[in-house]
């Protein structure tokens, strides 16, 4: 996560809920070009369309939250309960006027606890046809949420905006979130150098850390239209060769479209319904 190129420079309406996937992007079911976000580009992000990541300002403070984190197994079901407090520290929200990440992004919310259970499929399999990328798309170990690639407006959100020293920060409702895998969780390696697991998606499919087999640090062209790939994992303790998402350092940075079938309402339960008079995800 060094650098990396700008992903969003086209408009919004290239997020459409009638568009389709592709390698390397993202479909999202929704975007609102005229909701928040960073209010001023930083000068990480260059003419040319890339941005330099290592130059780019995190939110201060080091503060630790009482996390609370179970995840069982209960025959096909896979038993999800949250508080959404990470197990590291994060940033000082909202963002201090005096932090030099207020002068691009003033994130006006608190973190907050949340209370969310989940029931996903503890065997999934991929649906008919892949389908929109809403904007919670999954829960990393760390115990927090994970979104999509994108900010409200539609845009590369790591790349635009100011997160904490492990790329989380709060939304309208308080809830934690990164919209890629943190650096503060460890990418654990298995023993023929592929990355372990580092999450889970709504559908139920597993997201894994940035290598592959032989300590191959995969990208998106080494990926599917969703951001995943068939191949042999560590799934409930066991190798088994089946679908699952790859983190990769370059964008979407995990999840480019849903491969499995989620449940709307596991999206409402962790961000929240969208803002009146907007149209729902499409599933």
């Given at each position: 996560?060094?650098?990396?190129?700008?992903?969003?420079?086209?408009?919004?309406?290239?997020?459409?809920t009638?568009?389709?996937?592709?390698?390397?992007?993202?479909?999202?079911?929704?975007?609102?070009?005229?909701?928040?976000?960073a209010?001023?580009?930083?000068?990480?992000?260059?003419?040319?369309?890339?941005?330099?990541?290592?130059?780019?300002?995190?939110?201060?403070?080091?503060?630790?939250?009482?996390?609370?984190?179970?995840?069982?197994?209960?025959?096909?079901?896979?038993?999800?309960?949250?508080?959404?407090?990470?197990?590291?520290?994060?940033?000082?929200?909202?963002?201090?006027?005096?932090?030099?990440?207020?002068?691009?992004?003033?994130?006006?919310?608190?973190?907050?606890?949340?209370?969310?259970?989940?029931?996903?499929?503890?065997?999934?399999?991929p649906?008919?046809?892949?389908?929109?990328?809403?904007?919670?798309?999954?829960?990393?170990?760390?115990?927090?949420?994970?979104f999509?690639?994108?900010d409200?407006?539609?845009?590369?959100?790591?790349?635009?905006?100011?997160?904490?020293?492990?790329?989380?920060h709060?939304?309208?409702?308080?809830?934690?979130?990164?919209?890629?895998?943190?650096?503060?969780?460890?990418?654990?390696?298995?023993?023929d150098g592929?990355?372990?697991?580092?999450g889970?998606?709504?559908?139920?499919?597993g997201?894994?850390?940035?290598?592959g087999?032989?300590?191959?640090?995969?990208?998106?062209?080494?990926?599917?239209?969703?951001?995943g790939?068939?191949?042999?994992?560590?799934?409930?303790?066991k190798?088994?060769?089946?679908?699952?998402?790859?983190?990769?350092w370059?964008?979407?940075?995990?999840?480019?479209?849903?491969?499995?079938?989620?449940?709307i309402?596991?999206?409402?339960?962790?961000?929240?319904?969208?803002?009146?008079?907007g149209?729902?995800?499409k599933?």
């Amino acid at each position: 996560m060094l650098s990396g190129r700008l992903c969003c420079a086209e408009s919004a309406a290239e997020f459409q809920t009638d568009a389709l996937p592709k390698k390397g992007w993202i479909w999202a079911c929704r975007v609102d070009p005229n909701t928040g976000g960073a209010f001023r580009d930083g000068p990480w992000i260059k003419p040319d369309g890339t941005y330099d990541f290592t130059t780019k300002p995190t939110v201060s403070g080091d503060v630790h939250w009482p996390s609370h984190y179970v995840i069982s197994r209960r025959g096909d079901h896979r038993l999800f309960t949250t508080n959404d407090f990470p197990n590291h520290g994060t940033g000082l929200f909202p963002i201090p006027p005096t932090d030099e990440g207020y002068r691009y992004d003033r994130n006006p919310n608190h973190i907050a606890e949340q209370n969310i259970t989940i029931d996903l499929p503890a065997t999934p399999m991929p649906a008919p046809a892949p389908s929109c990328a809403p904007g919670a798309v999954g829960i990393l170990i760390t115990g927090a949420v994970l979104f999509n690639a994108l900010d409200a407006p539609g845009r590369d959100a790591v790349a635009h905006e100011v997160q904490d020293k492990c790329q989380g920060h709060p939304q309208v409702n308080g809830v934690y979130h990164y919209h890629s895998i943190t650096t503060c969780l460890d990418d654990k390696r298995e023993a023929d150098g592929s990355s372990a697991l580092v999450g889970y998606a709504l559908d139920g499919f597993g997201i894994y850390g940035r290598y592959g087999e032989g300590g191959k640090l995969m990208t998106s062209a080494d990926l599917d239209d969703c951001h995943g790939r068939v191949s042999t994992v560590m799934w409930d303790g066991k190798p088994i060769e089946m679908y699952h998402y790859v983190a990769t350092w370059d964008f979407p940075y995990t999840i480019g479209c849903m491969r499995g079938t989620y449940k709307i309402e596991d999206v409402f339960k962790i961000a929240g319904p969208p803002p009146r008079g907007g149209p729902p995800p499409k599933n």
